[in-house]
């Protein structure tokens, strides 16, 4: 069975950072794009970045970008998102997915994960 399993979200204070991880089962996350997607209460869901297969990556919401960045970890077959000086406004809930191109509309990804809930507070 295919899984993408994310963890690492919880409570934490504004300028706090937090690591959360994307485990595959039943795939390979070298062999595939890997993006992270938060959605935020009430919001549409966003794309926050991903990796390729070649190990390229790119953060390019205009909100995070220069405060998340993504790595992957081949021998534990996980993604990464580490975000650091966190806000109010990056309150969401964190999802990873996988797909066979290097785009960010949630459309080309196949497989995703259950999500892990970030809150921050002030």
């Known amino acids: 069975q295919v899984h993408l399993v994310e963890s690492g979200g919880g409570l934490v204070q504004a300028g706090d950072s937090l690591r959360l991880s994307c485990e595959g089962s039943?795939?390979?996350?070298?062999?595939?794009?890997v993006g992270w997607f938060r959605q935020a209460s009430g919001k549409e869901r966003e794309c926050v970045g991903y990796?390729?297969?070649?190990?390229?990556?790119?953060v390019d919401l205009a909100s995070v970008k220069g405060r998340f960045t993504i790595s992957r970890d081949d021998a534990k077959n996980t993604v990464y998102l580490q975000m650091n000086d966190l806000n109010r406004e990056d309150t969401a809930v964190y999802y990873c997915?996988?797909?066979?191109?290097?785009?960010?509309?949630?459309?080309?990804?196949?497989?995703w994960g259950q999500g892990t809930q970030v809150t921050v507070s002030s």
């Open positions: 039943g795939l390979t996350v070298s062999k595939l794009v």
């Open positions: 990796i390729s297969y070649s190990g390229a990556n790119t």
């Open positions: 997915a996988a797909g066979p191109v290097e785009m960010t509309h949630m459309r080309f990804y196949d497989y």
